[in-house]
Nanobody, 123 residues
Framework: QVQLVESGGGLVQAGGSLRLSCAAS????????MGWFRQALGKEREFVAR????????YYGDSVKGRFTISRDNAKHTVSLQMNRLKPEDTAVYHC????????????????WGQGTQVTVSS
């Protein structure tokens, strides 16, 4: 069982930056691919980014490519999302998630989820 707790959300002006963190507890953190998803009010959960077990490979959704960076620290059991050049359309609740399967981007493929942290970008 992996427990995930996100932090770092808040209110920021368009063009600004935020850094989200996700702390994982439980065994074998390095045995999971980690992902970030977001869900805006009234919309479906959207894939943002994922990173492989070693941290050597990452993949991004088209809407955030070039602006967001995912990273992980297996020694500290954390995964982070650096968000730059934020836009109002980035406003959502951001969730981190852990997957036993490799290289997945669908939320249905992830096994564990955090409660989420709210990010609001004002125009």
């Amino acid at each position: 069982q992996v427990q995930l707790v996100e932090s770092g959300g808040g209110l920021v002006q368009a063009g600004g930056s935020l850094r989200l963190s996700c702390a994982a507890s439980g065994p074998s953190f390095s045995n999971y691919d980690m992902g970030w998803f977001r869900q805006a009010l009234g919309k479906e959960r959207e894939f943002v980014a994922r990173i492989n077990r070693s941290g050597s490979s990452s993949y991004y959704g088209d809407s955030v490519k070039g602006r967001f960076t995912i990273s992980r620290d297996n020694a500290k059991h954390t995964v982070s999302l650096q968000m730059n050049r934020l836009k109002p359309e980035d406003t959502a609740v951001y969730h981190c998630a852990a997957a036993r399967r490799y290289g997945v981007a669908s939320p249905y493929e992830y096994d564990y989820w955090g409660q989420g942290t709210q990010v609001t970008v004002s125009s």
